[in-house]
């Protein structure tokens, strides 16, 4: 359970973070807007042309009598559009952390900077970084929706499917929204996708605690806009500690000073 505090802190930590570095907080909420400002045109666009959409892919309900055309196609697509919001929900970190790849890999630097010893640097040219962020961001997509299916499964299940279900499907959330965020510190470490996700396995009580409460603030895509600055910080300080536990005990040298310690080496990327 301590564990589960101690990944709370360090989402608290990355807040106050960004609160003290003003320049940064709103540096950082810039690809969040913009990736708000485009899901909204696509859920609006979604809201007016579902009903033609659901009309084109049901020709054999035109001949139909009422109430019966008018149930179906009304149920689809207040189905499509809750998808599309499902979706919006489910991928909008995913996209913010892509889009801000920039912006989020100068933040954590930043963090990196203000807390002392090594700023690590992957060398690796814009285009191979949004590369490499976008197929591990597919992967992790993909396991969200494998487990995703399972649950919906089980949540046919008469009382543990309304309980237990929806608290392990925050918790899958949770541990892999803290994989997508600590991704931007531990990619510029040199740790591949499987690493990183060996090291987040190891405290995974830890990771729970940092992944779960954004994952229930972030259902809210605007909530989520303001949060990630914070996020990303706090993410940040959670992979330096993860890669180097000595140093959350003993923070050593603090910024400016040559003596950074003995940094993790790094893993070459993979292809």
Do not use: N
């Amino acid at each position: 359970m301590s564990d589960l505090g101690a990944g709370f802190g360090y989402l608290m930590k990355g807040q106050r973070w960004v609160a003290q570095h003003g320049r940064w907080f709103g540096f950082g909420l810039l690809p969040g807007l913009v990736t708000l400002v485009v899901y909204a045109g696509a859920l609006i666009g979604l809201g007016y042309g579902a009903d033609d959409l659901v009309g084109w892919a049901t020709p054999f309900a035109d001949d139909w009598s009422s109430p019966w055309q008018g149930l179906l196609r009304t149920g689809l697509t207040a189905f499509v559009f809750v998808f599309g919001l499902f979706l919006a929900v489910i991928t909008f970190t995913a996209v913010t952390l892509l889009v801000g790849q920039p912006f989020y890999e100068s933040l954590s630097e930043e963090v990196d900077r203000s807390e002392g010893g090594d700023v690590p640097e992957s060398g690796l040219p814009l285009w191979r970084e949004l590369w490499i962020s976008a197929r591990d961001s597919l992967r992790i997509l993909l396991r969200v929706a494998l487990y995703g299916i399972v649950l919906f499964a089980c949540g046919f299940i008469p009382v543990i499917g309304q309980t237990v279900v929806p608290a392990i499907g925050f918790c899958v959330s949770g541990y892999f929204l803290a994989e997508e965020l600590t991704a931007v510190a531990l990619q510029r470490r040199g740790m591949a996708l499987k690493d990183r996700l060996v090291l987040l396995r190891g405290r995974r009580m830890l990771v729970l605690g940092f992944g779960v409460p954004l994952t229930l603030a972030f259902l809210v895509p605007v909530v989520a806009v303001f949060l990630m600055p914070g996020a990303v910080a706090g993410a940040t300080l959670l992979a330096r500690d993860l890669v180097d536990p000595d140093a959350a005990a003993d923070p050593g040298p603090g910024p400016g000073t040559a003596d950074s310690g003995d940094a993790p080496v790094p893993r070459a990327w993979s292809a």
